[in-house]
């Protein structure tokens, strides 16, 4: 909880919003769950192939994240926590940076393949054409 301990209140004034605050993710806490399950099934699952080995942290992480999401906004949305709350958001925003920067690797990634494929293809045809 660190940077967030010291706004925590014990259901004072401010326990009604937070509730109101937490009601959507909390409706939802179920599915947050069940996501982080999967992931970290996904990891584990994928540790037994050879680019898995390298990789199968990732899902694990980010299923470790959703479960503690989930957990942590049940906690806000029950007892009106403002720091439960805003770790679940913290956590959740954690979860989000890094599916971004996987997204953005995959993007560079498929780029590369193309290029280096459509070069190939390129040599392969002017080697063939040129041969003829």
Do not use: N
């Amino acid at each position: 909880m660190g940077e967030f301990a010291e706004r925590q209140t014990s259901g004072g004034a401010e326990a009604p919003v937070i509730r109101e605050l937490s009601t959507p993710l909390y409706e939802a806490r179920g599915w947050i769950k069940f996501i982080g399950i999967l992931s970290i099934v996904g990891g584990v699952l994928s540790v037994f192939t050879i680019w898995g080995i390298i990789v199968c942290w990732l899902p694990i992480w980010i299923g470790i994240l959703l479960l503690k999401v989930g957990s942590s906004i049940e906690a806000a949305h029950q007892s009106g926590d403002r720091a439960a709350l805003m770790t679940g958001m913290a956590k959740l925003k954690t979860c989000f940076i890094i599916y971004g920067i996987l997204a953005i690797v995959g993007i560079v990634a498929a780029a590369i393949t193309l290029v280096v494929a459509g070069g190939a293809m390129l040599m392969a045809l002017r080697g063939g054409m040129g041969g003829a």
